[in-house]
């Protein structure tokens, strides 16, 4: 027998979690809402915005949907998963409630001094002034976290004093995100690695781990993004350093969550950060994360259908992996994560070898074109990571030379695979 899937979301992410569903022999119809070029040519489209929770929740009905699969944010923060639940729809993702671990950093921050859970010390403001003589006492390196969703781009490693305070003037005087408030960390140094675990409650089921690269240029200069590429696994994350994340970190958490009256459901995001070779956190977030989805789900040999449904209801099961590794590169939208075109002509990607992931595009009658800042990523495999990274750079060089407008970084796992000569 075969079910009937819905996911919700129109990104890379969205595009490797169908992919992933499309390898299972449990899953017959896929539909995506509202999906993109990409996407679209592995499921139905279906022109709901995820914002529209009401017209969501009948489609899944309609269509007789045995499981959705939400990949946003946006959309668990506004309570979807309550009301798929409420009308007796079986969903994987968090609560309005337990989504706060990731749509409000002061939530997070506050649970983690609750249960000693390691992460940088911080402390939350609302005043632009008491925020300001907060930094200028401190050291002149510090982190801004928009307290609230920003789309991956509401924090600001400030190198100096002057940086934090440009920070602070643009989310809380000039509301560059909405109006709310900050929080102020510590800057800790380290490498940094996503740790996602599907978890049901206190039960934590460990995914592969990935690296993200946040920073928009080479050398990780220029401004925060949503993610310009990622690798999985992790060298320098031994078996030791994932046990005690996962003892420290991920399994205290969930059961703090269901201990405190929001039992966390779905895919729990930690991002952290090997500092003085112990693992801390530098966020959470509350689903899959972006681009790491595109790395890690390709490496997953068990049926992710079976999967979700073993942690909706509570089972135990072990994950089959993969040994390869796979790199992933962003082509962005010159300009992004600032402003920047949208339309412009995709080409090359039938010359790539590996997989290409649709991050934002859309048809234009037949032609392929850009609708979004990230637009595509591309992702190869390999026995060690720099075979892994040759491939996805001439892959992403075949792409930028047939489209208009793209740029990438050239040095995504770099350092990593030079640790490998």
Known sequence: MTYNVLVIGSGGR????????????????????????????????????????????????????????????????????????????????????AAQIESSKAFAKELMARHNIPTAASRTFDDFDEALKYVLAGPERSVIKYDGLAAGKGVVVAQSHEEAEAALRNMLLDDEFGKGRVVVEEFLDGPEFSFMCLVNG???????????????????????????????????????????ALDTIMLPVAKAMADEGNPFTGVLYGGLILNNGVPKVIEFNARFGDPETEVVLPRMQSDIYKVFEAVLDGKDFDIEWSPETRLGIVLAADGYPGSYPKGLPLGGLEQTEGKVFHMGTRMDGDRLVSAGGRVLMVTDSGATLSEARAKALKDAKAVAENSQGLFYRSDIGAAESRNEL
């Open 202 to 244: 206190p039960k934590v089921y460990p995914l592969a781990i990935a690296r993200d690269h946040k920073r928009a240029f080479d050398n990780d200069r220029g401004p925060n993004t949503g993610g310009m590429g990622a690798y999985s696994p992790v060298p320098f994350v031994t078996d030791e350093i994932r046990q005690t």
């Open 14 to 97: 969205e595009h490797a979690i169908v992919d992933a569903l499309k390898r299972s022999e449990s899953v017959g119809r896929i539909y995506c809402a509202p999906g993109n070029a990409g996407i679209d040519t592995a499921a139905t489209p279906v022109s709901i915005p995820v914002t529209d929770i009401n017209d969501l929740a009948r489609f899944a009905t309609d269509a007789s949907v045995s499981l959705t699969v939400v990949g946003p944010e946006v959309p668990l923060a506004a309570g979807i998963v309550d009301e798929f639940r409420k009308r007796g729809l079986r969903i994987f993702g968090p609560t309005k409630a």
